[in-house]
């Protein structure tokens, strides 16, 4: 069975958060800060998808904006779980820079199903993974979608994406732990299946 191109419920919850757009320990940013952030960001990412340019240049501006406010390597280091200690270093730094790739890609694939889109804030609440911040997205013609955006770390970044009641990143740790539990515990078997999921192979 192919190792599946992040989940359905992953690349549902990162599609629709482009609305708006833990291994470590960090301070989880106050409510004021966190819905700033998010106000901030998904500000700047709205006025992208909302603008009148191609889809090439779309993602270009998109991805920096990810980067810089998505703790995208703290994702992949809780997605990979207990095997991120049994990874050797390299495999570590390959693992990463792979994950980045798929997770930016699932996240910018659909992102032209979204034009004239706009987001509101209706929650914001403490929790033990961060600062729970959910929204309404609406765009024409489409029912609403209810999502939330886990805050933490200093500067604030999305660590967590949570669509249909289900957390982005124990979904994927789910997933890659049943596969890398199908191929004898090798990290190296989930890498190569990432590097095929990319047509790198």
Same mark, same amino acid.
């Given at each position: 069975?192919?190792?599946?191109?992040?989940?359905?419920?992953?690349?549902?919850?990162?599609?629709?958060?482009?609305?708006?757009?833990?291994?470590?320990?960090?301070?989880?940013?106050?409510?004021?800060?966190?819905?700033?952030?998010?106000?901030?960001?998904?500000?700047?990412?709205?006025?992208?998808?909302?603008?009148?340019?191609?889809?090439?240049?779309?993602?270009?501006?998109?991805?920096?904006?990810?980067?810089?406010?998505?703790?995208?390597?703290?994702?992949?280091?809780?997605?990979?779980?207990?095997?991120?200690?049994?990874?050797?270093?390299?495999?570590?730094?390959?693992?990463?820079?792979?994950?980045?790739?798929?997770?930016?890609?699932?996240?910018?694939?659909?992102?032209?199903?979204?034009?004239?889109?706009?987001?509101?804030?209706?929650?914001?609440?403490?929790?033990?993974?961060?600062?729970?911040?959910?929204?309404?997205? /609406?765009?024409?013609?489409?029912?609403?979608?209810?999502? *939330? $955006?886990?805050?933490?770390?200093?500067?604030? #970044? +999305?660590?967590? !994406?949570?669509?249909?009641?289900? /957390?982005?990143?124990?979904?994927?740790?789910?997933?890659? *732990? $049943?596969?890398?539990?199908?191929?004898?515990? #090798? +990290?190296?078997? !989930?890498?190569?299946?990432?590097?095929?999921?990319?047509?790198?192979?």
């Amino acid at each position: 069975m192919m190792l599946r191109q992040l989940t359905r419920r992953t690349i549902l919850g990162a599609a629709s958060l482009l609305a708006l757009a833990p291994m470590l320990a960090f301070a989880a940013p106050s409510s004021e800060e966190a819905s700033a952030f998010v106000n901030d960001f998904g500000g700047k990412l709205v006025a992208v998808m909302n603008s009148n340019t191609t889809l090439d240049k779309k993602r270009n501006a998109l991805l920096p904006l990810l980067r810089q406010n998505i703790d995208v390597q703290g994702i992949g280091r809780y997605c990979l779980g207990r095997f991120w200690q049994q990874a050797t270093p390299e495999q570590q730094k390959i693992y990463l820079e792979l994950f980045e790739d798929v997770l930016l890609n699932a996240v910018t694939a659909r992102m032209g199903e979204y034009e004239n889109i706009s987001f509101r804030l209706v929650d914001n609440v403490a929790s033990p993974a961060g600062q729970k911040v959910t929204l309404q997205i /609406s765009r024409p013609n489409h029912p609403s979608v209810m999502m *939330t $955006a886990v805050i933490d770390g200093e500067p604030p #970044k +999305v660590v967590d !994406l949570y669509g249909e009641g289900a /957390s982005m990143r124990m979904t994927q740790r789910s997933d890659y *732990t $049943a596969y890398l539990t199908r191929h004898g515990y #090798k +990290v190296q078997a !989930l890498i190569d299946a990432l590097k095929h999921q990319l047509g790198r192979q």
